[in-house]
């Protein structure tokens, strides 16, 4: 009695794999089908640098841009860290400088 069912089983599995695997079929050919359809239908693809450029313009409206007295903030930031840090190297580079004059007199 446990065969049986195992059986009936493992034939219900078989069916639901056959299933999957046409509908899997129908859909590859519906897919290959439709490839088709696309490259006779005679429309001609847009320009891909057109369509770049096009692209290229949504995303820029996109952007949030910084307000003006953003990017001065930001430069002087940035500006005054550049200089700090060549005064700091400067400094290091006199330091070692003068150790390395001491060492080798």
Known sequence: ????????????????KAKKSKK????????KE??????????KEPNKVAKWFKD????FKKVVWPTKQTVITNTSVVLAVVAGSAVLVGVL?????A???LIYR
């Open 1 to 16: 009695m446990a065969k049986e069912k195992d059986e009936i089983k493992t034939s219900e599995e078989s069916e639901k």
């Open 24 to 31: 899997d079929d129908n859909a590859t050919a519906d897919k």
């Open 34 to 43: 439709n490839k088709k359809s696309k490259k006779d239908s005679g429309k």
């Open 56 to 59: 290229l313009r949504i995303e």
């Open 93 to 97: 580079d006199e330091g070692f400088l």
């Open 99 to 101: 150790l390395m004059r």
